[in-house]
């Protein structure tokens, strides 16, 4: 017996963005870029909750919050002009390192 295709279009990806920029409404927190990560999007108390035991000295675990909510990262990929992996991954894989860190 054959199993039914997936439905198209659903994903736990990131959604399309809107352009609210037609009509001038801007609707939630601006970031400095769509992928990448930035110091402004820490969460400090977020980040003193990760367990001692998994921090790396040299290279510590931040977590950041973005319109999608709470993903972590390492300490070098913020503010790298680049995009982060961590920031477009799937939300239940953001959600699982969360868990893993605390």
Known sequence: ???APAKAGVTNARPKAKDDKKDGKNKGPVFPSEFGSHASMV???LTEK????KQ???DPWQVLTDERGNYATRKH???TQMADPNRFADLPK???????LA
């Open 77 to 79: 990929r913020i503010d």
């Open 50 to 53: 990760i367990a001692a035991a």
């Open 56 to 58: 790396d000295a040299t």
């Open 1 to 3: 017996m054959a199993t």
């Open 94 to 100: 953001r959600e699982q390192q969360i868990k893993e």
């Open 43 to 45: 969460n400090a108390e």
